[in-house]
T-cell receptor, first 116, second 109 residues
């Protein structure tokens, strides 16, 4: 149980384009979803927290207009990187939690974004 | 000061030996502690979580927590080559996970 699906696994795009990443909880309803970014040899950095039906809460230093998060249902959250630039190239990972054990997060497989 | 600190390694462990990983944290309010395993190029996978002082065992893994010392550790018994990965320590802080930079473990045959 507690499977989180993330797509696509890898995307290569040109500078200036937008990229959408989907995160789905397959066998549970995710009350909260999280989006992380990980640069090589570094740890996970939380970008934002989203609860179904409400606006995402962004961490300090994360541009909400650049990284659009939509959490339209209890099983789906999307992250759109708008007008991507080479410095946005990174490993983006979503996670989800549910029920009373909100601090136990289950991670998706991650999306490797390369912006040319 | 980093909130969650880990030795980056690499920690080289002979196959069959015990790997010992350490983690210290700064937030005394943290109540939950997690160990994740991350293979190169993959996302983290939850190994164990611990809430109470003392030891918690799950198969070959044992987590140890000492809140007074703000210290949490992970022991991997009978280490296997498949245990070669980066191990991330995380603490729960106000509903968010704070991750350490991870310790790379290399199990040598």
């Amino acid at each position: 149980g507690a499977v989180v699906s993330q797509h696509p696994s890898r995307v290569i795009c040109k500078s200036g384009t937008s990229v959408k990443i989907e995160c789905r909880s397959l066998d549970f309803q995710a009350t909260t979803m999280f989006w992380y970014r990980q640069f090589p040899k570094q740890s996970l950095m939380l970008m934002a927290t989203s609860n179904e039906g409400s606006k995402a809460t962004y961490e300090q230093g994360v541009e909400k207009d650049k990284f659009l998060i939509n959490h339209a249902s209890l099983t789906l959250s999307t992250l759109t990187v708008t007008s991507a630039h080479p410095e946005d190239s990174s490993f983006y990972i979503c996670s989800a939690s549910f029920g009373t054990a909100k601090n136990i997060q289950y991670f998706g497989a991650g999306t490797r974004l390369s912006v040319l | 000061q980093k909130e969650v600190e880990q030795n980056s390694g690499p920690l080289s462990v002979p196959e069959g030996a015990i790997a010992s990983l350490n983690c210290t944290y700064s937030d005394r309010g943290s109540q939950s502690f997690f160990w994740y395993r991350q293979y190169s190029g993959k996302s983290p996978e939850l190994i164990m979580f611990i809430y109470s002082n003392g030891d918690k065992e799950d198969g070959r893994f044992t987590a140890q927590l000492n809140k007074a010392s703000q210290y949490v550790s992970l022991l991997i018994r009978d280490s296997q080559p498949s245990d070669s990965a980066t191990y991330l320590c995380a603490t729960d802080s106000w509903g968010k996970l704070q991750f350490g930079a991870g310790t790379q473990v290399v199990v040598t045959p």
